[in-house]
Each structure stands twice: as structure tokens, then as C-alpha cells.
């Protein structure tokens, strides 16, 4: 057996009413359908979901940071410094902190927190050939200063 690629995604959320507008609105996903009241999908391009979103309970306990399980969803936003600054900018003109920003070498990223706590990272690509000659680049992390 061999994995072609990733499918999709499915985070849990304790409230669609809040979750859904800030994966359409503000991160710009395509909302594509709806499983009756507590799943909705999200596409990001050609293809038909890449992201669904299932609710659980408004009360529902979030994992401790040492627990296993999901650490972070990432989404590739462009190829430049200048586009990662600016979705830092539209993050922080929707109110959202992000939580650090981050130079993997390989990529350059902008770490923040969906409603319900769900890690998300913005990352740009500015030369695949730092992977492609050197697969390890990936497992840099170095600070990087945004305005």
C-alpha cells in the first residue's frame, strides 16, 4: 500500500455558528456542504472538501497540550515574505493574536488559535529547492521577526 496524499482534514468544535465564519470569512475557505447540523465541509481548491468541521458540546474539554492527538493544521497561503506579512496584518485586523511566527527554513509560518484553541499555521514557500536538495530543511525552527 502507498499513501498518494492527504484527503482531508476533520476538526471537532464545540460551536459551527462560531467555527464556520471564521474558516469562510476569515481564512477564505469555500464552504461546499453541510452533514445535517453538526458537520459542515470546506474546500480550498479542486477538490471537493479538504477541511470539514463536526461539532461536539459547547462543553466539551479541550486536551492538555502534552496529549496526543492533532497539533496543528497548516495551510500554504503563497510564496513570499510580503504574503505572510500580510495575512499576519488580516489576522490581526480580525482580531486574532497571532502566536508566533516562525522560519522553518523550508517554509515561513504564522502560528495562531481557531476559536475552540485548534492550532492553525500560515506558511509560505519561498524556494522549493531547499526540501527538494536537503529533505531535513524541514525540521528547522527558528524565530522570525513580522512587523
Do not use: C
Request: net charge negative; no cysteine.
Amino acid at each position: 500500500m502507498r499513501v498518494h496524499s492527504l484527503g482531508h482534514v476533520v476538526l471537532k468544535v464545540r460551536n459551527l455558528e462560531r467555527s464556520v465564519p471564521f474558516y469562510r470569512d476569515v481564512l477564505g475557505l469555500k464552504q461546499v456542504g453541510q452533514h445535517g447540523e453538526k458537520m459542515v465541509f470546506f474546500s480550498i481548491v479542486d477538490n471537493h472538501h479538504d477541511l470539514a468541521l463536526l461539532e461536539t458540546d459547547n462543553l466539551a474539554v479541550s486536551f492538555l497540550e502534552e496529549s496526543p492527538g492533532l497539533h496543528h493544521v497548516a495551510f500554504k497561503i503563497g510564496d513570499s515574505l510580503q504574503e505572510l506579512q500580510e495575512a499576519k496584518d488580516w489576522l490581526v485586523n480580525n482580531g486574532l493574536e497571532p502566536d508566533r511566527a516562525r522560519d522553518h527554513v523550508a517554509t515561513q509560518s504564522v502560528y495562531f488559535f481557531d476559536p475552540d484553541g485548534n492550532q492553525i499555521e500560515l506558511f509560505v514557500e519561498g524556494n522549493p529547492k531547499i526540501w527538494l536538495e536537503n529533505p531535513s530543511a524541514v525540521a528547522n525552527s527558528n524565530p522570525l521577526e513580522l512587523k
